[in-house]
T-cell receptor
Framework: EAGVAQSPRYKIIEKRQSVAFWCNPI?????LYWYQQILGQGPKLLIQ????????DSQLPKDRFSAERLKGVDSTLKIQPAKLEDSAVYLC?????????????FGAGTRLSVL | AQKVTQAQTEISVVEKEDVTLDCVYE???????LFWYKQPPSGELVFLIR??????QNEISGRYSWNFQKSTSSFNFTITASQVVDSAVYFC??????????FGAGTILRVKS
């Protein structure tokens, strides 16, 4: 079974530029998550989708971050404009549903460096 | 508010030593789940174990074992006879209603040959 796919693996941009990350979850997984992992910290949830609807985006900085999952499968996370403090690894995860206890399976992440 | 504390920032051991990674959590819920994930240098978080709040039985899987104690709000992870391949960052995480995972800061484990 294929895992969670993310691209690109690495991205370097200058502050105030825009960037987008892509995620393809495990086939059949209804729930998709985006996490931000700053160096030396644990991942922090940015947004959670159930199919193509948003379940939780309370920690998403909506003035600059946006995410969509239009067809309920793959998803895109965008930052516009980027700030220095956005340098982090952005992890995508998926699970079969929103039922508590579901295991979340993670991709390898996109490492973003903002200069 | 829910919180997970991994007080050990970094641990170094020599191969074949046993090592225990500590995890302490805070929650007001009576129903919750605890997880351990491993993050090797490749970056992908690898699921290791899930435990629900009603099951305090310790678990062993090969060289890995977990000790869950509700009385002290701890969910510790022990690797027996450590190997170089165990070198990674290990995260403890708490999940309450809504499937939201809250992670600790992680413990870097370095196993030297």
């Amino acid at each position: 079974e294929a895992g969670v796919a993310q691209s690109p693996r690495y991205k370097i941009i200058e502050k105030r530029q825009s960037v987008a990350f892509w995620c393809n979850p495990i086939s059949g997984h209804a729930t998709l998550y985006w996490y931000q992992q700053i160096l030396g910290q644990g991942p922090k949830l940015l947004i959670q989708f159930q199919n193509n609807g948003v379940v939780d985006d309370s920690q998403l900085p909506k003035d600059r971050f946006s995410a969509e999952r239009l067809k309920g499968v793959d998803s895109t996370l965008k930052i516009q404009p980027a700030k220095l403090e956005d340098s982090a690894v952005y992890l995508c995860a998926s699970s079969p549903s929103t039922v508590a206890k579901n295991i979340q399976y993670f991709g390898a992440g996109t490492r973003l460096s903002v200069l | 508010a829910q919180k997970v504390t991994q007080a050990q920032t970094e641990i170094s051991v020599v191969e074949k030593e046993d090592v225990t990674l500590d995890c302490v959590y805070e929650t007001r819920d009576t129903t919750y789940y605890l997880f351990w994930y491993k993050q090797p240098p490749s970056g992908e978080l690898v699921f290791l174990i899930r435990r629900n709040s009603f099951d305090e039985q310790n678990e062993i899987s090969g060289r890995y074992s977990w000790n869950f104690q509700k009385s002290t709000s701890s969910f510790n992870f022990t690797i027996t006879a450590s190997q170089v391949v165990d070198s990674a960052v290990y995260f403890c995480a708490l999940m309450e209603y809504g499937n939201k995972l809250v992670f600790g800061a992680g413990t870097i484990l370095r196993v030297k040959s």
